[in-house]
């Protein structure tokens, strides 16, 4: 409603997914993340050995475990997003 008490004019439809869904993706990347790193880290560890003796390599797979793991999840984030976005004006219908 504008200041006026008239019923103010419809807006464009917007395919922007709620705050929840959005905040949801958000945290989904940051799992994504960790996971990756975690799953570096084990990797580079099996590749090492127990001893200790590669140190950087670990915090190099760590690093890019966890920067491949948050990019997949964002990407898969991303087009859920979008067809959040579709599915929601498709159901609601075409605007006059």
Known sequence: MSTDGSPSPPGPDSALP????R?????AVFIG??????IGYAFATIQ????????TSRGLFLWLGSLAGALGVAVVAT???R????WRSVR???TP
């Open 18 to 21: 709620s705050v929840a869904v």
């Open 23 to 27: 905040v949801l993706a958000f945290v």
């Open 33 to 38: 993340g960790a996971a990756g790193a975690t």
């Open 48 to 55: 090492c050995g127990t001893a200790g003796g590669c140190s």
């Open 79 to 81: 087009l859920t997003l």
């Open 83 to 86: 067809a959040f976005g579709e």
């Open 92 to 94: 609601n219908g075409p």
